[in-house]
């Protein structure tokens, strides 16, 4: 059975927003919080998450990585608000 993938956002201490993709949520925002996450959010403590977004697939997941990615900051705050 495929898992199921999440995009998820995470905003940091210094108010930067970091975007991921995960099919465990609460596992990877746990390594994030642990130091144990991706680079750019070592160091930035606390963490909070924002967003989450169902994808299916990887695949899927990756694309909409990719487009988050690419929206500039007041959209992904958008995005943020509308969950």
Sequence with gaps: MEKTWHLYILECKDGTLYTGITDDVQR??????????????RGR??????????????????????????????EKLNLIAKQ
């Design 28 to 41: 990877r925002f746990k390594a994030h919080s642990e130091g144990k996450g991706a680079k750019y959010t």
């Design 45 to 74: 403590g606390p963490l909070k998450l924002v967003y989450t977004e169902e994808c299916g697939t990887h695949s899927v997941a990756l694309k909409r990585e990719l487009e988050i990615k690419a929206l500039p900051r007041e």
